[in-house]
């Protein structure tokens, strides 16, 4: 089992272009989520899917957008990036809502 | 709303002493309660949780939790500390039976010195 992987480690993006964040689960896990972690804000949620084909909005989704198609797999893009979501994302996948999460690596990004 | 607070930013503390880093959570409801750790430049891992039952938890390397549903506090303990705990330590609840997310507190740094 690889658990959760995410591609790329670190990119460095130009303000106004865009690029989408993979994430994937080999656990057959029902719910995944995305989060950023900022220094001092801990991990605040950006979007989460409780199965293929639902999506919703968390705490801070301006700017990013998902999809569902696959259990496996959940996307993030960054629709037209800005200096402000310069930061550390975290995708994570659970089999249920509520139980315990297991997370990616991370993304580092960087916007100039 | 639920929200979490970790009452401390960051910690220090030598190697072999104890530690205990706190967590307050508000909900008026039952609750999951859960403690993650991050090692430097690596995701969170689960460190223990506490889902019902016993209030005391333990966890891996050493660690253990006590829900206080009076005090409405998990804090993490361990009685003693290596080079190796130093990490960023999060707390975060969900409400059980809900429709409600996992939230986390802002994370405690611990450095544990030689």
């Known amino acids: 089992n690889a658990g959760v992987t995410q591609t790329p480690k670190f990119q460095v993006l130009k303000t106004g272009q865009s690029m989408t964040l993979q994430c994937a689960q080999d656990m057959n896990h029902e719910y995944m989520s995305w989060y950023r972690q900022d220094p001092g804000m801990g991990l605040r949620l950006i979007h989460y899917s409780v199965g293929a084909g639902i999506t919703d909005q968390g705490e801070v989704p301006n700017g990013y957008n998902v999809s569902r198609s696959t259990t496996e797999d959940f996307p993030l893009r960054l629709l037209s990036a800005a200096p402000s979501q310069t930061s550390v994302y975290f995708c994570?996948?659970?089999?249920?809502?509520?139980?315990?999460?297991?997370f990616g690596p991370g993304t580092r990004l960087l916007v100039l | 709303a639920q929200s979490v607070t970790q009452l401390d930013s960051q910690v220090p503390v030598f190697e072999e002493a104890p530690v205990e880093l706190r967590c307050n959570y508000s909900?008026?409801?039952?609750?999951?309660l859960f403690w993650y750790v991050q090692y430097p430049n690596q995701g969170l891992q689960l460190l223990l949780k506490y889902l019902s039952g016993s209030t005391l938890v333990k966890g891996i390397n050493g660690f253990e939790a006590e829900f206080n549903k009076s005090q409405t506090s998990f804090h993490l303990r361990k009685p003693s500390v290596h080079i190796s705990d130093t990490a960023e330590y999060f707390c975060?609840?969900?409400?059980?039976?809900?429709?409600?997310?996992?939230?986390f507190g802002k994370g405690t740094k611990l450095s544990v010195k030689p």
């Open positions: 975060a609840v969900s409400v059980k039976g809900s429709q409600g997310n996992l939230i």
């Open positions: 909900s008026s409801v039952s609750v999951y």
């Open positions: 994570a996948s659970s089999r249920l809502r509520q139980e315990t999460q297991y």
